[in-house]
Nanobody
Framework: QVPLVESGGGLVHAGGSLKLSCAAS????????MGWFRQAPGKEREFVAA????????YYADSVKGRFTIPRYNAKNTAYLQMNSLKSEDTANYYC????????????????WGQGTQVTVSS
């Protein structure tokens, strides 16, 4: 098991920024691909970003390219999602996920999930 805990969500005005964190309690994340997904009310969970275990491969959803980045700091055993220029359509519950395989955009690939952190962007 890889217990993941997200934090950093909140209420922000459109155009603002938030930085989400995903911490693994008692486990190192250095061997895992980390993914970020989000789910808005009434919608399916969708891919946001993913980064390989060594940080060499990064994927972004088209909807967040140029606005979100996924820096990785294995030494801190934490993954991050930096969100800039937020829009009202970014409002959702954001989840981090981990897997031992290659970085992927599909939710079904990831074995471990956090409980989510709510991001609300007011227009």
């Amino acid at each position: 098991q890889v217990p993941l805990v997200e934090s950093g969500g909140g209420l922000v005005h459109a155009g603002g920024s938030l930085k989400l964190s995903c911490a693994a309690s008692g486990r190192t994340l250095s061997m895992y691909v980390m993914g970020w997904f989000r789910q808005a009310p009434g919608k399916e969970r969708e891919f946001v970003a993913a980064i390989s275990s060594n940080g060499g491969i990064i994927y972004y959803a088209d909807s967040v390219k140029g606005r979100f980045t996924i820096p990785r700091y294995n030494a801190k055993n934490t993954a991050y999602l930096q969100m800039n220029s937020l829009k009202s359509e970014d409002t959702a519950n954001y989840y981090c996920a981990a897997d031992r395989g290659p970085p992927a955009t599909m939710t079904s690939v990831y074995d471990y999930w956090g409980q989510g952190t709510q991001v609300t962007v007011s227009s």
